[in-house]
């Protein structure tokens, strides 16, 4: 099971799932893991409450608000808000593939299969500019990939925008879909550009980031999970050349590589703005 998917577990209302053994009373097991990453964490909130000289009023706020953050459940939106993009560099350090992205908290498995030729799940007057994003899947060493399975998720281009199945009143899967890579590896989706997102403001996170005197907009992006047989599964977002939030994203994650200029409507497509990529992914271990 992808580690991944403890979001959408607790999302889902499955509980969430756990690696810790249970210890038998009175038996200590210590993690050599834990202690290695959790130690020299809890030292570090320590010192900062003694170094900020910490009131009992203000720990009484921390408090109320990390319970507002579970009873909203906002977890994973202020986790990954705050920490992902560090997950994701240092869990793609040795990594062969095109740049990674972190997956955020509104992935949703088991989107439509789109049929050729592939168009976004979208309501009938879905507001946006139309895009045609289309591009190649290789290997790190070039070697097409044909079947690759596409997997694209995006908000709305209202503003601000909503992913569908979270927040909003989109149908369930609207701009959510799976497509497949063609036999010389190439892929093409009609869709629409998304627009600059704000994750949500009036929540625990929100207030967060507005008390660091941060705003809450993410750069326009597309969620892209590609996965083929032979290949590890490549989670990555794509950004648009001159967004005005790129250098402030509320989620810190953008990556310079994934920032593509899109080709604006004219000549032989004269409605639609086009977004060519291409990415590569890394080959599992031979078996
Ligand atoms: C998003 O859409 C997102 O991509 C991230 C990282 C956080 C919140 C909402
Ligand atoms: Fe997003």
Redesign the pocket.
């Known amino acids: 099971m992808c580690v991944r998917s403890v979001r959408y577990a607790y999302q889902r209302g499955e509980g969430v799932p756990t690696k810790q053994a249970v210890p038998e009373f009175g038996e200590i097991v210590a993690s050599p893991r834990v202690v290695e990453v959790v130690e020299p964490l809890i030292e570090e909130i320590r010192r900062t409450i003694l170094a900020s000289e910490v009131t009992y009023e203000e720990w009484g706020e921390v408090i109320a608000f990390l319970l507002d953050v579970g009873a909203t459940g906002e977890m994973p939106?202020l986790l990954?808000?705050l920490f992902?993009a560090a997950v994701d560099v240092s869990a793609s350090r040795a990594s062969s593939a095109s740049p990674s992205a972190?997956e955020?908290?509104?992935y949703v498995p088991d989107a439509p299969m789109l049929e050729p030729p592939y168009v976004m799940p979208q309501r009938p007057d879905e507001p946006g500019q139309q895009l045609l994003f289309a591009g190649r899947v290789t290997g790190a060493d070039g070697t097409p990939v044909p079947a690759a399975l596409l997997d694209v998720w995006q908000?709305d281009g209202t503003v601000p925008g909503t992913?569908s199945n979270v927040h909003g009143d989109q149908p369930d899967f609207n701009l959510r879909g799976r497509f497949q890579t063609d036999d010389r590896g190439h892929y093409e989706l009609r869709t629409i550009q998304p627009v600059p997102?704000t994750?949500p403001f009036e929540g625990p996170t929100g207030r967060l980031l507005n008390a660091l005197g941060r705003h809450p907009w993410?750069p326009a992006?597309f969620?892209v999970k590609l996965s083929a047989d032979g290949y590890r599964t490549l989670t990555t977002?794509i950004y648009f050349a001159g967004d005005q939030y790129l250098d402030s994203d509320s989620?810190n994650?953008v990556k310079d590589e994934l920032i593509i200029a899109v080709e604006p409507p004219g000549g032989d497509h004269p409605d639609t703005a086009v977004l060519n990529y291409d990415f590569q992914l890394q080959p599992t271990p031979a078996a």
Do not use: T
């Open positions: 939106l990954d808000a992902e972190i955020g908290p509104y908000s992913y997102y994750i993410r992006h969620h977002q989620a994650a």
